[in-house]
């Protein structure tokens, strides 16, 4: 009865929107300790507490990930721990860096916290084991290489580190939400004239 609710909690998981905390040096002397949310070429948006704060390039002097971030990043820590038959370690890495990119890491990671802050504390342990990131995101590997090449992924991953891929992934929810209301409006209309 108690695992009822985990299967649904999986699925949200998916269908979701990231890293662990790194230190950021400000030129300023300043020290920032957080969660990069987003990251461009021009700044960096970082979860402090609770509240997003936006530190462009030229105020950052260097960025410090946490050791085991920095494996998750460039992909080495999945891509040699799993095996997969007929996809090469390159694009293993290629699709690992789009899942990075695109946000879907960050979703997952964002709703494994949030599902097991919300779990009595008698079952968090359970659900931290079944809940493990990195093996969620090994599944997307193969389903990733059947439709898209590397060259494909290569500029995949150039579209959301560029500022229009970062705007993209900023207003797609947005503009889903919208269209969701505005298709609702104009069903009710056409209903109800």
């Known amino acids: 009865m108690r695992m009822r609710w985990v299967f649904p909690c999986i699925l949200i998981l998916f269908f979701a929107r990231v890293s662990a905390a790194e230190t950021i040096y400000l030129k300023d002397g300043r020290v920032i300790n957080g969660k990069i949310e987003q990251k461009t070429d021009y700044y960096v948006i970082v979860l402090e507490g609770n509240f997003p704060r936006k530190y462009y390039d030229d105020q950052i002097d260097h960025i410090e990930a946490d050791p085991e971030v920095m494996a998750v990043e460039t992909g080495t820590e999945e891509v040699d721990v799993y095996q997969f038959d007929n996809i090469s370690t390159k694009k293993a890495k290629l699709i690992l860096s789009l899942i990075e990119a695109n946000g879907t890491r960050r979703s997952l990671e ?26 969620i995101l090994e599944t997307l590997i193969p389903i990733y290489d059947k439709y898209y090449d590397e060259k494909e992924l290569e500029e995949l991953i150039r579209f959301y580190q560029s500022p229009i891929g970062q705007k993209f992934l900023e207003v797609t929810p947005k503009i889903v939400d919208e269209s969701m209301q505005a298709n609702i409006q104009y069903f009710k209309q056409r209903i109800n004239p």
């Open 110 to 135: 964002i709703n494994i916290d949030q599902i097991v802050a919300k779990t009595p504390l008698e079952s968090k342990a359970q659900l931290e084991e079944l809940f493990k990131a990195n093996e």
